[in-house]
């Protein structure tokens, strides 16, 4: 069974600072995900990982995927009030399962 | 393009009452999906279907059914609501699982009393 787990749940940073959320799984996949979601509102896909060492970047995000080691982290540089969100990864398993397996996600609080 | 939509936003059922979810998609998406969300456990798969005229259960499917009579619509039914159904519940769709990211509709509230 796929298990998808991502530390911190809970995050609380300063603005101007860096962190990296963490998302390890449990089986072979080639194909991670992440979304966004703000209080109340719907997902939003952030970015979409392929391959072993795709690495993706928008803004002050920047997501990889290490398959060897079932690892993918979202790297937040120079944080800002507006990355307040939670923080969402979603793995497909190998062999096109059509179903995604969601980590619990990663609620972010930037401060001032 | 109105991507994913659902109907309705808010409801709150007694216990034992009957409701229907609908989620429609107007980008001629293969692949749904509904999903529970709950404080603390992520999204949950409840069914989800590959093409008009199929359904498969996902993860947590007891207590609900569905049907995708029509490509752009997904259909997901309590028949005898629980407590434990008040939930925010979300349709996805996708065009492809091997490339293709799913999309959110914006989700309903349902109380469960």
């Known amino acids: 069974e796929l298990k998808v787990e991502q530390n911190p749940l809970f995050l609380s940073m300063q603005e101007g600072k860096n962190y990296t959320i963490y998302c390890n799984y449990s089986t072979t996949s080639d194909r991670l995900y992440w979304y966004r979601q703000d209080p109340g509102k719907s997902l939003e896909s952030l970015f979409v990982l392929l391959s072993n060492g795709a690495v993706k970047q928008e803004g002050r995000l920047m997501a990889s995927l290490d398959t060897k080691a079932r690892l993918s982290t979202l790297h937040i540089t120079a944080a800002v009030h507006d990355l307040s969100a939670t923080y969402f990864c979603?793995?497909?398993?190998?062999?096109?399962?059509?179903?995604?397996?969601f980590g619990k996600g990663t609620k972010l609080t930037v401060n001032p | 393009n109105a991507g994913v939509t659902q109907t309705p936003k808010f409801r709150v059922l007694k216990t034992g009452q009957s409701m229907t979810l609908l989620c429609a998609q107007d980008m001629n998406h293969e692949y749904m999906y509904w999903y529970r969300q709950d404080p603390g456990m992520g999204l949950r798969l409840i069914h989800y279907s590959v093409g008009e005229g199929t359904t498969a259960k996902g993860e947590v499917p007891d207590g609900y059914n569905v049907s995708r009579l029509k490509k752009q619509n997904f259909l997901l039914g309590l028949e005898s609501a629980a407590p434990s159904q008040t939930s925010v519940y979300f349709c996805?769709?996708?065009?492809?699982?091997?490339?293709?990211?799913?999309?959110f509709g914006p989700g309903t509230r349902l109380t469960v009393l």
């Open positions: 979603a793995v497909d398993k190998r062999g096109g399962s059509e179903k995604l397996v």
């Open positions: 996805a769709s996708s065009s492809s699982p091997s490339v293709g990211t799913q999309y």
